[in-house]
């Protein structure tokens, strides 16, 4: 369970802007897995919404699985 609260909290540090890679749960149906994108708006829950090349796609924080902070 610290490792799903430790993951919401980096999820709440990020902000709207950032270039993010995302690993989700492949039964999300999320394809490609991992996506890279902009996260375009977020919750205090941790979810997310990203554009990427594919287009919008919204996050459930429940479904992250890794997250990384890509540069400029």
């Not at 902000?15 to 993010?20: E, F, K, Y």
């Not at 999300?28 to 979810?47: C, L, Q, R, W, Y």
């Amino acid at each position: 369970m610290a490792i799903f609260d430790s993951l919401i909290n980096v999820l709440r540090a990020l902000a709207v802007g950032d270039r993010v890679r995302i690993t989700v749960r492949p039964e999300t149906g999320v394809f490609p897995n991992p996506v890279d994108g902009e996260i375009t708006a977020k919750d205090d829950s941790g979810n997310l919404s990203l554009e990427s090349q594919q287009g919008p796609i919204q996050v459930n924080a429940g479904d992250v699985l890794s997250i990384t902070k890509l540069g400029l």
